[in-house]
């Protein structure tokens, strides 16, 4: 079964403190593993698709990274509006396609 | 237009009423998903529309039913809601199926 896991649960940070979020992945065969953002109430908003282990990719302070089993994102520098709970999900090859979402790391950036 | 909208923001309604939730993108995107969330929960996916035909039912109850009029309109109408049935609804769309999702800001729904 695949299965997504992101740690840790809750991340507080002072402004321009760097750190990374973690999520760790099972899946029979990736077709891609994504990265969204979301505000409490609001929907999710996407920030990146990786598709192969190496891949990197960046935007403004964060940049995801994906090995075999897991994947990063980085926030370097971070500003109180990065606030926000940060969902990984991953998409297999086979089977329905679906998006199988991590329980979420919930980000707090004090100033 | 690189958005995905939904109507209405916030809905309250009765255990016998019958409501719907509007969702409606112009991306072009022919694949378009319900999801439900709880607080502090992840998305939870309901149903996929793929070129407008049902695609996946994640053995949602029937009292949730989706429609998907045309390419840029998904509907899911609501009937007979239990109090669990409470929690913010999310309309998103993706290119196609294997495709990087978009979602809507969402519909937040309760039930008395």
């Known amino acids: 079964e695949d299965q997504v896991t992101q740690s840790p649960e809750a991340l507080r940070l002072q402004e321009g403190e760097s750190s990374s979020l973690n999520c760790s992945y099972t899946v029979s065969g990736l077709r891609g593993l994504f990265w969204y953002r979301q505000d409490p109430g609001k929907g999710p908003e996407f920030l990146f698709t990786?598709?192969?282990a190496g891949e990197e990719k960046e935007k403004e302070r964060l940049k995801a990274t994906l090995t075999k089993k897991e994947s990063f994102l980085h926030i370097t520098a971070p500003k109180p509006e990065d606030s926000a709970t940060y969902l990984c999900a991953v998409q297999a090859l086979q089977g329905a396609q679906k998006l199988v979402f991590g329980q979420g790391t919930r980000l707090t950036i004090n100033p | 237009d690189t958005e995905v909208t939904q109507t209405p923001k916030h809905l309250v309604m009765g255990m016998t009423n019958k409501k719907s939730l509007k969702c409606e993108q112009h991306?072009?995107?022919?694949?378009m998903y319900w999801y439900k969330q709880k607080a502090k929960k992840p998305p939870e996916l309901m149903f996929v529309y793929s070129y407008e035909k049902l695609s996946i039912n994640e053995s949602v109850p029937s009292r949730f039913s989706p429609e998907c009029p045309n390419s840029s309109l998904l509907n899911l109408h609501l009937h007979a809601l239990q109090p669990e049935d409470s929690a913010l609804y999310l309309c998103a769309s993706s290119q196609l199926l294997a495709y990087e999702q978009f979602f809507g800001p969402g519909t937040r729904l309760t039930v008395l």
């Open positions: 991306m072009g995107h022919r694949a």
């Open positions: 990786l598709y192969s």
